[in-house]
């Protein structure tokens, strides 16, 4: 087979592998619709807006006027400690350490993989996916509203305050509310969240501090961090709902909690096969009974 051959059968078969996980996915929309529940209180958009509303008020009137002030009383090295590692919350790493494995993924055919394989590559090719859309579905939306409000960012400070809007400015000064780099940040944890429930507070905590950062490195205001937060944690929640309703990667448990369908014990014999498969202790192909057989008898 030649290069340009191969290529186009590869691709041919990532098209083909793309159109059979969108069929599954919209051959469970009934089944989305039959477990669709009402909200519990606190988690309705009518009262994630409420919860918007009062806390980045609070931030503008209470945080956001004396932070610079603040700032510019600490030494230099807070900042520079805090921008060290503030750059981890953009989306470009995320986006492509997740794409590309999708695209990798796409191209094979996992059919003819023992069972284990092909947990593993379902599992890694949902759950990336997942985090891919999410980083990169709010990621727009962000950007969408800071280009159209034009918020000046703190480094201008002294010269339009810190509640100076710019609308339609599309200009980089004027990009600071709400924060994109804490909306991917919130976007990937939330999603770490219910991939990795044993890891709950490790990301919260890690979280926190990298969208923290934004602000010590003088780049947001407290309130651009607290808008960007919610509106990445509040696009992940709905689409992490809308997958556990389908039972695609996730499904939501008797008492009403989102868990993984991947239990802890089906990820550790998951990755132990194919841990076994690179050292070359096990082979990845599906063992067919009939062919088995027939192997045996020759």
Same mark, same amino acid.
């Given at each position: /087979? ?27 929309? &009934? ?87 092909? /947990? ?38 002294? &010269? ?135 192997? &045996?008898?020759?």
């Amino acid at each position: /087979m030649s290069s340009n051959s191969r290529i186009k059968w590869v691709l041919e078969r990532m098209r083909g592998n793309a159109r059979r996980a969108m069929i599954l996915y919209s051959n469970r929309k &009934e089944r989305g619709t039959a477990q669709l529940r009402t909200l519990p209180p606190g988690q309705r958009p009518q009262d994630i807006l409420a919860v918007l509303l009062l806390t980045v008020g609070v931030a503008v009137v209470a945080f956001d006027a004396p932070t610079y002030p603040w700032l510019n009383s600490l030494p230099n090295e807070y900042r520079t400690a805090f921008r060290s590692f503030t750059d981890l919350g953009k989306a470009d790493w995320i986006l492509i350490s997740t794409g590309v494995p999708c695209l990798i993924l796409l191209a094979l055919d996992a059919g003819r993989y023992a069972f284990r394989i092909r /947990m593993a590559i379902g599992a890694v090719f949902t759950y990336a996916a997942f985090v891919f859309y999410t980083v990169a579905a709010s990621g727009i939306v962000v950007l969408i509203i800071k280009w159209s409000l034009g918020r000046a960012r703190p480094k201008l400070y002294e &010269e339009f305050g810190p509640v100076h809007f710019d609308f339609l400015a599309f200009h980089g000064k004027f990009t600071s509310f709400p924060s994109g780099h804490s909306t991917t940040v919130a976007a990937l944890a939330t999603a770490l969240y219910f991939i990795f429930p044993a890891y709950r507070w490790l990301i919260v905590v890690s979280a926190f501090w990298l969208a923290f950062s934004r602000v010590m490195a003088g780049a947001h205001y407290p309130s651009d961090v607290i808008a960007g937060t919610l509106l990445g944690m509040t696009f992940t929640f709905f689409t992490v709902r809308a997958m556990a309703r389908r039972r695609i990667g996730f499904h939501i448990a008797e008492n009403g909690n989102i868990v993984p369908n991947m239990t802890a014990i089906s990820a550790k014999a998951s990755a132990r096969a194919v841990w076994q498969v690179l050292r070359g202790q096990r082979g990845a192909q599906r063992i067919v009974p009939g062919r088995a057989a027939a192997s &045996e008898a020759d």
